[in-house]
């Protein structure tokens, strides 16, 4: 335990954060800077920021190992100051459902990225990026928390891109995007202010391709099986685009007013009944679409249906409305 401390003591001082003058801080301005500072300094990179949460899990659990020992107490304004610090950082990052996303997308988020929210009351709902004040965040990144205010601005990125993705996998070209500036970044191939203007670029070109559905005459929902049947770039011209749009309307209607049934995913009988009725509905797709393209086209919508719609009136689009 106590080999434990002395290491995360140690990093945390590696970084300039000097706990004796945390702990003889009286005025509780001057304490709220001095805990500010210290997120500041281990939210250099996400690799400080593993490795800081890493080594006050550890202490943590060889605390609870120790408990009830009377002498566990010698410990406690040591865990006092981890946990502060570590309760700071977590509120910057705080945990989103993303069981519904595939593991990829879950597998790259967890690894580095958190979600947040900023301006924006926390809620349960998705971050609406048109609702940021976009110059008011490069006003407090302005203000000296740099890596902080990245820290938060990481957050609301992560949060809206794992529900866009949630909704439309045809939008992993920005999660690589995302995660290229992340890892470029950690690797010190950037500064924390390149970041940060990367990062409120990407925001609003996220909130561009958010609102694209409005854009295209189409739901969210009709828009994740135009993308699928659109993506990779397939050449179409406007009126081909329309025909392809009415395929989604009406496809998405007979699905859901006569296939996706009860418990439909468990039964063989009803599975080969939307896929009849993908591959007829399909059929009705322009010309461009080869036959190669056609068949796959039909194993990626229905591969989608699957995924996206568990039953008669119960689907990812409902549960996000």
Same mark, same amino acid.
């Given at each position: 335990? =106590?080999?434990?401390?002395?290491?995360?003591? *140690?990093?945390?001082?590696?970084?300039?954060?000097?706990?004796?003058?945390?702990?003889?801080?009286?005025?509780?301005?001057?304490?709220?800077?001095?805990?500010?500072?210290?997120?500041?300094?281990?939210?250099?990179?996400?690799?400080?920021?593993? =490795?800081?949460?890493?080594?006050?899990?550890?202490?943590?659990? !060889?605390?609870?190992?120790?408990?009830?020992?009377?002498?566990?107490?010698?410990?406690?304004?040591?865990?006092?100051?981890?946990? /502060?610090?570590?309760?700071?950082?977590?509120? !910057?990052?705080?945990?989103?459902?993303?069981?519904?996303?595939?593991?990829?997308?879950?597998?790259?988020?967890?690894?580095?990225?958190?979600?947040?929210?900023?301006?924006?009351?926390?809620?349960?709902?998705?971050?609406?990026?048109? *609702?940021?004040?976009? /110059?008011?965040?490069?006003?407090?990144?302005?203000?000296?928390?740099?890596?902080?205010?990245? /820290?938060?601005?990481?957050?609301?990125?992560?949060?809206?891109?794992? *529900?866009?993705? =949630?909704?439309?996998?045809?939008?992993?070209?920005? !999660?690589?995007?995302?995660?290229?500036?992340?890892?470029?970044?950690?690797?010190?191939?950037?500064?924390?202010?390149?970041?940060?203007?990367?990062?409120?670029?990407?925001?609003?070109?996220?909130?561009?391709?958010?609102? =694209?559905?409005?854009?295209?005459?189409?739901? +969210?929902?009709?828009?994740?099986?135009?993308?699928?049947?659109?993506?990779?770039?397939?050449?179409?011209?406007?009126?081909?685009?329309?025909?392809?749009?009415?395929?989604?309307?009406?496809?998405?209607?007979?699905?859901?007013?006569?296939?996706?049934?009860?418990?439909?995913?468990?039964?063989?009988?009803?599975?080969?009944?939307?896929?009849?009725?993908?591959?007829?509905?399909?059929?009705?797709?322009? /010309?461009?679409?080869?036959?190669?393209?056609?068949?796959?086209?039909?194993? +990626?919508?229905?591969?989608?249906?699957?995924?996206?719609?568990?039953?008669?009136?119960?689907?990812?689009?409902?549960?996000?409305?």
């Amino acid at each position: 335990m =106590r080999s434990a401390i002395d290491l995360t003591l *140690q990093f945390c001082t590696q970084r300039g954060i000097n706990f004796d003058k945390i702990q003889a801080a009286t005025e509780a301005f001057a304490l709220t800077k001095l805990w500010n500072d210290a997120v500041e300094l281990i939210l250099i990179n996400d690799d400080s920021k593993q =490795r800081y949460l890493a080594l006050t899990q550890n202490v943590n659990k !060889l605390y609870k190992a120790i408990l009830p020992d009377p002498a566990s107490g010698e410990f406690n304004p040591s865990l006092y100051a981890f946990a /502060e610090i570590t309760k700071r950082i977590k509120s !910057l990052t705080p945990q989103v459902d993303i069981a519904e996303v595939k593991a990829a997308v879950e597998e790259i988020l967890d690894k580095s990225i958190g979600t947040s929210n900023y301006i924006i009351p926390a809620s349960n709902q998705p971050i609406d990026l048109s *609702q940021i004040d976009f /110059e008011a965040l490069k006003s407090q990144f302005a203000s000296g928390y740099k890596h902080t205010e990245t /820290e938060k601005l990481k957050g609301i990125i992560s949060s809206q891109l794992t *529900q866009m993705l =949630r909704l439309n996998k045809s939008r992993m070209n920005y !999660l690589d995007k995302f995660q290229q500036m992340i890892d470029e970044y950690n690797a010190g191939s950037g500064n924390v202010e390149t970041l940060f203007a990367e990062l409120v670029e990407f925001a609003q070109e996220l909130n561009i391709e958010d609102k =694209r559905a409005i854009g295209e005459n189409l739901s +969210e929902e009709e828009l994740a099986i135009f993308d699928l049947l659109t993506k990779p770039e397939i050449t179409l011209t406007e009126k081909e685009k329309l025909e392809v749009k009415k395929v989604v309307k009406e496809l998405l209607s007979t699905l859901k007013q006569e296939k996706l049934v009860l418990d439909w995913r468990r039964r063989q009988q009803t599975k080969a009944a939307v896929k009849v009725a993908i591959e007829e509905m399909l059929d009705k797709l322009p /010309e461009s679409y080869s036959t190669a393209a056609y068949q796959r086209k039909c194993q +990626e919508i229905y591969q989608h249906v699957y995924e996206s719609y568990a039953e008669a009136g119960r689907s990812i689009y409902t549960t996000a409305a």
